[in-house]
């Protein structure tokens, strides 16, 4: 028995025509998304709630009468508390405004410290010129703004002497006191015992 032989589709036929008909529907872009408050032609609403130039407030106020007014002063509606009913709009000057605003935002994020967590490793039986090593150094996290984790660790039978563990971890809370306040106290976590420390 013979096979059908495939044919490919005339270009009037109407599984052409079909094919051709079906296209993906234009994506229109994205709307621009401002950043920073609304300002002039960009406020939307019937009335705002007006403070002018000199910070008088001018009780609510049609919208298109607040923008003449700021025109004319050479100046800009802007919208400053967008969720009052009606929103609050002062008259100013929006570059003005908007530089502010970066440079309070840049000297934020610069005087914005990240608190680090420093390890301390202790063993329970440190001679004295050790011990006052890791104090010096622990002294200087605390200066910077980090918090201090202290890490005591126990090998073989030192485990059945836990009490020395808890004793050098309370000379150490005890010789920070002044600087240093205890985040999280002495607790035993396998073979170690740990407590953290922040700078008070």
Do not use: W
Request: proline fraction near 4%; charge should be positive; include cysteine.
């Amino acid at each position: 028995m013979e096979r059908e032989r495939f044919r490919a589709p005339d270009d009037n036929s109407e599984t052409a025509q079909e094919t051709a008909a079906i296209r993906r529907p234009m994506r229109t872009a994205a709307p621009v998304v401002k950043d920073g408050p609304r300002t002039n032609e960009e406020i939307r609403n019937r009335e705002v709630m007006l403070i002018d130039q000199d910070g008088q407030n001018r009780g609510i106020t049609e919208t298109r009468a607040a923008i003449a007014m700021a025109y004319e002063a050479g100046l800009d509606l802007v919208e400053v508390a967008p969720n009052a009913d009606p929103p609050v709009c002062k008259i100013m000057d929006y570059g003005k405004f908007k530089f502010n605003e970066q440079k309070k935002a840049a000297e934020a994020r610069k005087n914005q410290k990240t608190v680090e967590i420093k390890e301390i490793k202790l063993r329970p039986a440190i001679d004295d010129h050790d011990y006052d090593v890791k104090m010096k150094a622990m002294r200087r996290f605390f200066e910077e703004g980090d918090k201090v984790k202290v890490t005591l660790r126990f090998r073989g039978r030192e485990m059945a002497h836990q009490e020395i563990g808890y004793r050098l971890l309370n000379r150490v809370k005890d010789d920070t006191g002044t600087i240093a306040k205890v985040e999280s106290d002495a607790a035993l976590e396998g073979r170690q015992m740990v407590m953290v420390l922040a700078p008070r």
